[in-house]
């Protein structure tokens, strides 16, 4: 099993930046894909970026947060980032992280992990919040 615990979330103004971590422990090397989602209450999961967590690359972004928000991931600290920058209140919600350890977040064509659905990820983190005011 993989353990993730989300933290720097918080409440910012419109154009700030944040950056969100997401510590991962347990079974670490058996995970494929790593991911962001996010939620407002009442509405679906929403995949916001992943990558593939065995090279730290082949990142995806959600159009709405191209260009704005980058996904990485450092080895030596097992620790997930989703760097976001030019804040938006549409960008208000809970943020999770999450792994896939079976490969279903893959696009099965590119080999490519995607954020399509939040079924194709096994673990998920607690959540953080990130309200951006105008």
């Known amino acids: 099993a993989v353990q993730l615990v989300e933290s720097g979330g918080g409440s910012v103004q419109t154009g700030d930046s944040l950056t969100l971590s997401c510590a991962v422990s347990g079974n670490i090397y058996g995970t494929i894909c790593m991911g962001w989602f996010r939620q407002i209450p009442g509405q679906e999961r929403e995949g916001v970026a992943c990558?593939?967590?065995?090279?730290?690359?082949?990142?995806y972004y959600a159009d709405s947060v191209k260009g704005r928000f980058t996904i990485s991931h450092d080895a030596a600290k097992n620790t997930l980032y989703l760097s976001m920058t030019d804040l938006k209140p549409e960008d208000t919600a809970i943020y999770y992280c999450?792994?896939?350890?079976?490969?279903?977040?893959?696009?099965?064509?590119?080999?490519?992990?995607?954020?399509?659905?939040?079924?194709?990820?096994?673990?998920w983190g607690q959540g953080a919040q990130v309200a951006v005011s105008s």
């Open positions: 990558l593939d967590r065995r090279t730290g690359s082949s990142t």
């Open positions: 999450a792994a896939d350890d079976h490969g279903a977040a893959r696009n099965l064509a590119t080999m490519i992990c995607m954020v399509r659905k939040a079924s194709d990820y096994d673990y």
